[in-house]
């Protein structure tokens, strides 16, 4: 009995072992007889594959080319809150041309009837929704100077520029209480022959009191998270600078290239986006993150211009915000040569004088140049018969602001003081 069972065990094991060495023989007889075939067009895969260029999203993005136009386009955005409805519809029509393109934001704090009143307004002026070249942010952003919000509007604004705006040049960031020194063909005829990858960016690398009070110390916006606006919450903590990228700081107010708009926006080499998280804590971002993005990117370093485009009155010492400007400063307006002044109080006298002594408006608040003239004597008000917005009339303002940007640009130190 003890012998049978025996030999029933060899038998569950035997027949298994004699089917593997069955199994492993044809494997070997067909690795020696056809594996050459095999190994050949395997290796041949294998090579084409380390040889084929790589088919990542970064290897398609680079810096775009300019436009070959010969007028420029302008990329606008306009921004208010509470209480600026009115000055931010004047200010449009005063910066107003077909071939530019806008985009107005009152940010959260305005009423919702002020919001609408505006949205209204875009999309029923005859001139905005003939041409259609002017854009509302309808989801309003909550924005504070003071934290990280402007700058993510800014981006977003831009965004929306990108995507639907067409083709343009350069982008200018203004507020409701910025307003035109110049007409838009006194600024368009001036920016012909300028090189389009220029970015006109007040900066500097000496921060001096900034590190202390605004680089180290760590701030909460609340403006990120909340529907209404506070002071921004202090941390504790302290944080070193950083060591990867340099800080620079300065104006918030800048005309910055298309390119470098598309860089900030795309950020092929995540700088721009490193840089944003790290300016989310920082206090008054809008005076750093666009300054320290363009002089720590190669590509873009060496086309800044460091100026801001701005007549600003500052008190001495200077104060958060600058003074408001009046009657008193207007002819320190035009001896700047600048295309835009802040900042500006609502329906202030001198906006009247720079109406009528600079601008030329008319009674409805745009330069009447040939564009205009045109559309008001069609019949059908349409876009297709303002065929010529590149008939420009540049005038005395023209020269003011050629002889300031000619200055820049044929400074002695123009290249070799670029982000220094």
């Known amino acids: ?37 095999f190994s050949s067009s395997q290796f041949n895969r294998t090579h084409l594959m380390k040889n084929r260029i790589p088919r990542f999203v970064e290897s398609k993005l ?28 004047r200010a449009l029509k005063a910066l107003y041309h077909p071939r530019n393109h806008y985009v107005v934001h009152l940010d959260l704090e305005a009423p919702a009837a002020e919001r609408l009143e505006l949205a209204d307004f875009v999309n029923n002026e005859p001139l905005f929704r003939s041409v259609g070249n002017v854009r509302m942010i309808l989801r309003a952003n909550l924005v504070t100077y003071r934290g990280p919000t402007m700058v993510t509007n800014t981006l977003h604004a831009a965004a929306i520029l990108l995507k639907d705006g067409g083709d343009w040049d350069w982008f200018i960031n203004l507020s409701a209480s910025d307003y035109p020194l110049v007409t838009q063909d006194d600024l368009l005829h001036t920016l012909i022959p300028i090189p389009r990858n220029l970015n006109f960016i007040e900066h500097t690398s ?22 209404h606006k506070s002071d921004v919450y202090w941390v504790s903590e302290k944080r070193s600078i950083p060591t990867a990228y ?4 300065g104006s918030a107010w800048m005309m910055l290239s298309r390119p470098f708009v598309e860089y900030c926006l795309w950020g092929w080499d995540n700088l721009p986006r490193v840089a944003l998280m790290y300016y989310a804590n920082f206090l008054s971002s809008p005076e750093g993150y666009f300054h320290t993005v363009i002089c720590n990117a190669d590509e873009f370093r060496n ?3 460091n100026h801001d485009l701005h007549f600003i009155s500052w008190d001495n010492p200077p104060k958060q915000h600058p003074h408001f400007l009046n009657l008193d400063d207007f002819q320190h307006m035009v001896d700047s040569n600048a295309p835009f002044g802040r900042k500006f109080g609502h329906g202030d ?19 009447p140049g040939d564009w205009f003239n045109l559309f008001q004597n069609s019949s059908t008000s349409s876009i297709h018969d303002i065929t010529n917005t590149t008939n420009l009339r540049p005038g ?25």
């Open 246 to 249: 340099k800080l620079f700081t």
């Open 303 to 305: 086309t800044t211009v």
């Open 62 to 89: 680079a810096v775009s080319k300019t436009s070959s136009d010969s007028v420029p386009r302008l990329a606008y955005l306009i921004s208010g809150s509470t209480g600026d409805g009115k000055s931010l519809k």
């Open 396 to 420: 005395p303002s023209a020269k003011r602001l050629k002889h300031l940007i000619d200055g820049l640009l044929t400074a002695p130190d123009f290249h070799t003081s670029h982000c220094v």
């Open 349 to 367: 006298p001198v906006l009247d004088k720079i109406d009528s002594d600079l601008l030329r408006c008319n009674s409805d608040g745009y330069f």
């Open 1 to 37: 009995m003890e012998t049978n069972n025996k030999l029933q065990k060899k038998k569950k094991w035997f027949i298994p072992l004699v089917f593997s060495l069955l199994l492993t023989t044809l494997v070997v007889f067909v690795s020696i007889f056809i594996s050459p075939h």
């Open 206 to 227: 000496d921060i001096g009191w900034k590190e202390y009070q605004r680089a180290k110390p760590v701030i909460i916006d609340p403006g990120l998270y909340s529907l």
